[in-house]
């Protein structure tokens, strides 16, 4: 095969993308085996390429010919996206420097590990208050639990109103789904969208008359210090932290929770130490990542990864959970091991698009596992594991739809 010739397309299973299940991980380790590289049939009748290792996710995260850019896109594409979703093209997540660092500029500062850090004693009130409402013993789907804490925490950092919370979720939750083929569910996406873009845009020309310490402020104040932002990117990025504020840490509850019910001795380890919760939270980020693709990546030019040709436009997957289980870098990479060190996981990604929310969902986990475990004594699955309900939406995650545990008692605070 020659340097330009293209590789077949790998047969890859149908469910390869649309079933996040423990089936994943085989395929992932069997494509590892078989190069870094692999062009695939997604999206359907486009290039595209999967990067499957560590190594080669590395470099990739760091060469600037792969681009985040809509506008580096096909056309079709762009098109797709602007139609589906228009409010979610205008933030960081879909820039390249200087916008990129630009657009990035409003929330680092707000998202920092210290002032996160502040926010542990009233993350830690939510989540007694919501452990206060469960049974007092029994079952109970802990995925309702996992989705509403995040979603307090960031609408109180963003302080939306109580009255609002349902609605933005539902709005924020259907839009982090990719856009489809499907002339029906992107106009349901577009609904959506327009919602949330209505909804923000009345928040901030209220917040500006009425201004505190809060993360919706904080973007106004550093909006007109600067005067280099527009409202629309506002907006877009008021979305995209909501739903990386509370879909993925959701993620991050329910996965950790269920690769920590499946091992025992684990958890028995942290039950009995409740201060390996920060390694804890990590090691559960790497085995089963609440992000198991990287967002959007296009390449701008011909170019070479993994010893495969990639052409110009072609989509450019980072399979973050395979690389997060690559043997060269983790040893017994399928095994939970709450005290790994060096723990070198993408579950944030890496560089410049390292995740800006990664200091609250921390502070977030190491604040839940440890609660659950000390007021819920006798935690365990209440299904078999091969019966867990992982959920698929056509985009970056990977998460439960339910997440049904058992316990003896419900203990006070």
Known sequence: MTAVEKPAAKPLPPEFFNDPGDDRHGWEAALRADGP???IDYPPGAEAYIVTDHDTTLKAFNDPRLSKRVEAAPAWFQEQLRDASPV??????????????????????AFTARRMELLRPRIQQITDELIDDFPESGEVDLMGFAYSLPMRVISEFLRVPDEDRPQVQQDVVMLSEAPYPDEERNRLLRVAS?????????????????????????????ADEDDVFEESELVSTLVLLIIAGHKTTANLIGNGTQALLRQPDQLELLRADPSLAPSAVEEFLRLDSPVFRGTLRIATEDMELGGQHIPKESFVHLMLGSANRDPRVFENPDRLDIGRTGNKHF?????????????????????????????????????????????????????LRTLPVAYDARLPR
Do not use: Q
């Open 194 to 222: 327009d919602k949330i873009e209505r909804y923000l845009l009345d928040l901030l020309a209220a917040r500006r008359g009425d201004l505190g310490d809060d993360l919706v402020s904080d973007l106004i104040r550093a």
């Open 88 to 109: 979610l093209i205008r933030n960081m997540i879909t820039a390249d420097p200087p916008d990129h660092t630009r657009l990035r500029k409003l929330v680092s500062r």
């Open 347 to 399: 579950a944030f990604g890496h560089g410049a698009h390292f995740c800006a929310g990664a200091p609250l969902s921390r502070v977030e986990g190491s604040v839940v596992f440890p609660t659950m475990l000390r007021r819920l004594p006798g935690l365990r699955l209440a299904v078999a594991p091969e019966d867990l309900d992982w959920v698929y939406d056509n985009s970056t995650s990977r998460g």
């Open 37 to 39: 590289v692999h062009r």
